[in-house]
């Protein structure tokens, strides 16, 4: 055993034996002397809660310094949620959940699930964390008309039930359905995490039962709100973070309200975790998140104007970034990826003209994109030969992978493809030699984008021909990601290109969810998601055999008793996706380039950048991440 290992064991030892009085060992950060010497602040003793998580990098930390890194937009002030990644519970590098925010948790038949807090945890502001932010939560937001007109969310239910909700004491809370619900503490490890939770004395200002009326009615009209409801929305964002007065759990709070040029985070001096030497984290003073145009990120990530990049970074980027290194002082790594595939396109079924409706929903035409799209040239223009062609579907990593569910109709056959389209009827072609639509018009595809991702740009290039030798035009509309969304919902996006599966590493016991029709951020078909997540009170109700299908065994899956019972289940869901094509996945198993400053410490030069799971950095914990004064 090592020297750090040891001391974290014994400190964890102690904390367990002693609580509080064990916490006169821990240490502060400089940062923080003068606020604890004029009496502005408690000293550490009393900041930390009375058993407090120790964690730790590859070395102790030093405190001190900015962390600068780069976004496009001033709403990515969530990001630092992201990253920051503190969570009621979390996954640690290995995918396993642990305790992370709770002390503890117990789960009993995957459908009881007792929630244990850390005696003396305190928001960012210094009040209390307890159990009665919980249950603000669950009486006061989730379940009043006027906040949630759809009621409690989608997570918290089971077949339709909600849950029995228990305040056990001041740190105990019980959650129990009647059913089985093993997606529900993955959902609190996720990147963004259903805040389950609220900072009760902060929020009640806001709320009709708590608050004073006049006070009430005259921060309405200061804030230009229709009503109490609209203010308590617009100042409860807990993973927007973008209201600098709302207390936080994460290592660092914003204190600049959008839209700015520059947010600057502070580090939250009651943040509950320390190192194996005592010391709270983190050791970062301030994260410095400066907003540029997405085209500027990785010039100003070569610039050394970053300490930690790598949104908005891309593998076109990374000659340009290691010829850019030795002079200014940072290294590019390459990390591994979790998506089912880089790039994938997206029919969508929901599309408002009838005419391409049903052509989206005949798998044939979706199987004939796929063969004509030549994803052996797509990895050698654009990926260096690096990555592997693929259908949008999980990884080698993954327990679940088999071969043939990557290469289900995901062979260049432009032949096959041509015979399929004909067989549809689709057989006439203009002097171009672009075919017509069984109305008359030439059978011409607008892809939309975000307009974020160059690679994806350069894939619909390279797109453009394939398709067009099988008789298919393509053109390019790229948004902001705002209405690229927007108009896939409501059903004026023909195809869509995205990213493929957030998580191609699943295993039997993680929720099938991405791969059947249960959100509507799903762009293939966003109505049927939708009208899962709103209890049908939105969207529109499944109509295809193979969705139904698909949407019926995530439901088993959720009831399953045993991990082969829904592995046999996600196997099914895997065959189907493959056979069906809903999402035309390019490649997979790509790298992401990583900026990362040579002072930067305890970031692995070896890791995973995935949204889900994962968070990004956020499972690595850059709250142990430290500059160092020697550059190497």
Request: with cysteine.
């Amino acid at each position: 055993m090592s020297v750090r290992q040891l001391t974290i064991n014994i400190l964890l030892a102690l904390a367990l034996t002693t609580g509080a009085a064990v916490a006169e060992g821990f240490s502060d950060t400089p940062a923080l002397a003068e606020r604890v010497k004029s009496g502005g602040l408690p000293p550490v003793a009393e900041r930390l809660p009375e058993q407090p998580r120790v964690v730790g990098g590859d070395t102790i930390g030093q405190y001190g310094g900015d962390l600068r890194i780069s976004m496009a937009r001033a709403k990515d002030t969530r990001m630092m949620t992201v990253y920051g990644y503190a969570r009621l519970v979390g996954f640690d590098q290995s995918y396993n959940l642990v305790s992370d925010i709770l002390e503890s948790f117990e789960v009993e038949d995957a459908r009881i699930f007792t929630l244990r807090l850390r005696k003396g945890h305190k928001w960012s502001d210094g009040a209390p964390f307890t159990t009665e932010d919980f249950r603000y939560w669950w009486e006061d937001v989730a379940n009043n008309t006027d906040l949630a007109p759809l009621g409690a969310p989608i997570f918290m239910k089971v077949d339709g039930e909600v849950p029995t909700v228990e305040i056990i004491d001041a740190q105990t809370i019980r959650y129990t359905w009647q059913k089985p619900n093993p997606t529900f503490l993955p959902r609190l490890a996720g990147p963004r995490p259903p805040f389950i939770y609220r900072p009760a004395h902060y929020m009640k200002q806001f709320h009709a039962k708590y608050a004073e009326q006049p006070a009430l009615d005259a921060a309405v009209k200061k804030r230009r709100m229709r009503n109490w409801a609209s203010l308590h929305n617009a100042s409860d964002n807990m993973y927007n973070f973008d209201n600098p007065e709302l207390p936080t759990l994460q290592p660092w709070f914003n204190t600049v309200r959008p839209p700015q040029q520059q947010f600057i985070f502070e580090r939250n001096p009651y943040f509950h975790r320390v190192d194996g030497e005592g010391q709270q984290l983190p050791y970062i003073d301030r994260v410095l998140m400066n907003i540029a145009d997405t085209k500027l990120i990785p010039a100003k990530a070569a610039a050394g104007e970053s300490d930690l990049q790598a949104r908005n970074i891309f593998m076109s980027h990374y000659t340009f970034l290691r010829k850019a290194e030795e002079k200014k002082k940072f290294k590019t790594l390459l990390w591994n990826t979790a998506l089912g595939s880089k790039v994938a396109l997206y029919p969508n079924m929901h599309h408002k003209d009838p005419v391409w409706r049903e052509l989206f929903r005949d798998v044939r035409f979706r199987r004939a994109l796929s063969l004509a799209t030549d994803r052996d040239e797509i990895n050698q223009v654009i990926y260096f030969g690096l990555a592997q062609p693929a259908n949008n579907t999980v990884l080698p990593e993954s327990p679940l992978f088999r071969d043939e569910l990557q290469t289900a109709w995901a062979d260049f056959d432009p032949d096959k493809a041509e015979e399929l389209l004909d067989e549809i009827g689709l057989d006439k072609r203009d002097k171009d030699g672009v075919r017509f639509l069984p109305d008359g018009r030439r059978l011409e595809i607008v892809i939309e984008t975000a307009g974020e991702d160059t690679e994806q740009i350069d894939v619909l290039e390279l797109l453009h021909d394939t398709w067009l030798d099988i008789g298919i035009k393509v053109f390019t509309r790229p948004s902001q990601r705002e209405v690229f969304r927007n108009r896939i919902y409501s059903g004026d996006t023909m195809m869509a290109v995205w990213f493929g599966v957030d998580n191609g590493i699943v295993s039997a016991d993680m929720s099938p969810g991405e791969f059947t029709p249960t959100r509507q951020i799903q762009y293939q078909w966003p109505k049927w998601g939708q009208y899962f997540e709103t209890g049908g009170k939105a969207g529109e109700e499944i109509d295809m055999p193979a969705p139904k299908e698909l949407f019926d065994l995530f439901r088993s899956w959720r009831v399953a008793r045993s991990t082969d019972e829904r592995a046999k289940i996600w196997q099914r869901i895997l065959d189907i996706h493959a056979d069906q094509v809903f999402s035309i996945g390019i490649v997979c198993c790509t790298k992401q380039p990583v900026v990362v400053s040579n002072r930067l410490k305890n970031v692995p030069r070896e890791g995973v950048y995935a949204w889900n799971p994962g968070a990004h950095f956020g499972i690595y914990l850059p709250d142990t991440f430290y500059f160092a004064n020697a550059v190497k």
